[in-house]
């Protein structure tokens, strides 16, 4: 084995030596003094080189192989060299940053300390003990010694910049700990320092356009980043003008500099990931999802541009690529909560509630397994939350009853949430007295909620007591534009409790409180609503045609606008198409099946009403109006008794309707067209008995 000696390493070593400052290598003795020395002194100091020499060594070769022992040793010789040289701050140094390198922390600060002691002026030393307590943070909880090493950290790098001005590695970092400790005005001081040495620093420019967003000074930062841009124009400061863009909702010209990033440097995964999430913003889901393949080529594993990929293709009601894209997100990050929750809501989507089920339960089990349940109430409240939505949607309500009360254990904020989840379950359970109980409960504890009072108003009207929910809701009038959505809900209440005058008057109040298109577009519908519910259609679908205008995508109001066609026997073509455009932005809405398969039996298109009339009955199986159509079309297809019990529990189901939604006509016709049913079956029974054997 060669030895670690050798001569070329040597006398390179023993330069860094001789020019390092303190008494082992005075770089301005003169030979006359150096004469003057004994020979006593001349062998200490050649033994001391000696140790210093071997401790360096010692410590480059710690470094290459990271062995304990090679550390130990070089800090001996160091020491060695320290007891021939007392006092020496070039050892010092050494000593103090091998104890650093080989985690002995605390000895490693009293070297460093030691080091300033001989010499206040010693940059490295300060830039070690700034390098230790900046490590030492990440070990530390939010505590009084956070807060002390902190304070230590400022001095020492306000101590390099004193002797080092230029140094921006150091600015950057006394920002940093400055922002995390609110002192905003001296972080952005030590960043406009940076900024005043160096225009186009993207790491400062970075750090004080988010320094400036966090304080609300949106203007001032992309003001920051255009003219950064402008003078000197790069992919990174597109990016961080696309950040600030995106923080402040601008997501046009978010996208358009993500875009230009994205150009200049095209295997930057940040920048496309920056122009990936932005096009999601923006509803733009084709162009989105390309973005997001594009990424998975980039970062192929990565997890998070699956998992967007699933949601996405979610959206688009294309369920098969999502659960591709989702067990591809999941064998990246097998344990993330997230992929986990999104399996939920895919399994939701497709009607796999059992599946859906078993995943919150699972992730449920496993975070409180890990901590008693309680260190993470916010990750709980959220699983349980879709927990109890899947039940609800299985309309196992008594699950998702119990599912919703576990929310409220998890603290303040939990029960507000679970509050009016229990609220909404017993609605959807029809038992509206159970909702109006623990609205007043809620009520109680926070009387001055206004969207209580709202929900308790809704509920009246619900009940029938139409009267008293507008009452409510009057009683909430202040003669200003927050009115808009008093006025709409008290036009509902009125439309369920049939004051059709009324609920004009009041849609029409609200449409002239709206400053917005987006405001007006619910005003519109709501107003098309209670026209419809009086046949007066074609002023219904003016106001349908007005909202469509302003958002083509309103699933709401595609279905009702294509459902009154459709239900009328007009226009069915056109019918079936807004509709589907319905159920293209929310295919699990059993209403907006039971639609599109009541068109197509309007058309005589059978098998494509019964496929959607099944799907319709899988998801919304207690609504009496859709186990009635599915009843009429399985009467049109002669499947007499199928049809027959059909209808029978679409009748047992209004007798269990909400007094508003109680519709006596309708109920008189299904009863008529189930006794004549019986009647035919009967008879057919009866005839085929007489028959001679």
Partial sequence: ????????????????????PGAVAQENASGSEQDAYSQADQSKRAEAYYNFTMGHLSEEQYELTGRSEIATQAIDYYKKALALDPGAPAIIERLAETYAKSQRIRDAVLEAQNALKADPNNLAAHRLLARIYIRTLGDLDASTGQKETINRAIEQLNEILRLDPNDTESALWLARLYRFQNEHSKAEGALRGILKRDPDSEAALEQLSQLLLDQGRANDAIALLEQAAGRSPSSGLADLLGDAYAQTHNYAKAEKAYRKAVEDDPDDASHRRGLAQTLLSEEKYAEALEQFKKLTELEPDASESYLRMSQ????????????????????????????LYNEALLYDAQGRYDEGIQVLSDAIAGIKAQSSGVSNPNALGILYEQLGRVYRDKEDYPNALRTFEELLKLGPDEQRRG????????????????ALAETRKAMDTDPKDQDLQVTYAMLLGEKGQTEDAAK?????????????????????VQERGRRFADAEQSASSAEQLSRKPGEKEMAWFVLGAIYERQKKYD?????????????????????YYGYMLADRGIRLEEATSLIKRAVAE?????????SLGWAYYKQNRLAEAEEYMRKAVDRAGHDPTILDHYGDVEAKLGRSERAAELWEKALAEWQKSLPADYEADKVAELDKKLKNMKRRLAQKASAGESKPQ
């Fill in 539 to 559: 002023q219904a679908e003016e106001q349908f045609r007005k909202a469509l205008q302003v958002n083509p995508h309103n699933a709401a109001v595609l279905n």
């Fill in 312 to 339: 996405i293709y979610r959206h688009m009601n294309q369920l098969d690529k999502a659960e591709a894209s989702l067990q591809e997100a999941k064998q990246r990050a097998p344990g993330s909560l997230e992929v």
């Fill in 586 to 594: 929310e295919s699990a809405n059993g209403a907006y099946l039971d």
């Fill in 1 to 20: 084995m060669k030895s670690f000696l050798s001569n070329a390493i040597l006398p390179v070593t023993l330069g860094l030596v001789l020019g390092a």
């Fill in 419 to 434: 509050r009016m989840l229990l609220i909404d379950t017993f609605r959807a359970n029809r038992d509206i007295d159970h």
């Fill in 472 to 492: 409510v809701l009057r009683g909430m009038l202040h003669g200003n534009d927050s009115d808009r959505e008093v006025y709409l809900n008290l036009a509902q």
